[in-house]
């Protein structure tokens, strides 16, 4: 079960419940995939609002090996999240808010 004072959180992937946490080694990932210099700059990214498919899976990606699973970006692409492509997005914008206090996205 997640523990959003621990910054996890929830999402159902390929039928099952799923762990997303931001660790700090989660974050540092998402800095060196999305080419940010810092945790302001990853931020500020963000809160752009200009988020892609591949900001999804990168986001999605770090968060569930941060909640422990072991998955692979390419595998994440082809799995069935909950929800569609808007369940995908709600779930990056709740794992952000829990990780940052706002939803930036």
């Given at each position: 079960m997640a523990n959003i004072h621990r910054g996890e959180i929830e999402a159902v992937i390929n039928g099952r419940r799923e762990t997303l946490c931001?660790?700090?080694?989660?974050?540092?990932?998402?800095?060196?995939r999305l080419g940010a210099d810092d945790l302001v700059a990853l931020?500020?990214?963000?809160?752009?609002?200009?988020v892609s498919?591949?900001?999804?899976?990168?986001?999605?990606?770090?968060?569930l090996r941060g909640g422990g699973?072991?998955?692979?970006d390419e595998e994440l692409a082809a799995a069935s999240i909950e929800?569609?492509?808007?369940?995908?997005?709600?779930?990056?914008?709740?794992?952000?808010?829990?990780?940052?206090?706002?939803?930036p996205v």
């Amino acid at each position: 079960m997640a523990n959003i004072h621990r910054g996890e959180i929830e999402a159902v992937i390929n039928g099952r419940r799923e762990t997303l946490c931001l660790t700090l080694g989660a974050l540092a990932e998402l800095e060196a995939r999305l080419g940010a210099d810092d945790l302001v700059a990853l931020g500020e990214k963000f809160a752009s609002g200009q988020v892609s498919a591949r900001h999804l899976i990168a986001i999605l990606g770090a968060g569930l090996r941060g909640g422990g699973a072991c998955i692979s970006d390419e595998e994440l692409a082809a799995a069935s999240i909950e929800g569609g492509l808007k369940g995908a997005a709600e779930t990056v914008s709740e794992l952000l808010k829990v990780t940052f206090g706002e939803a930036p996205v």
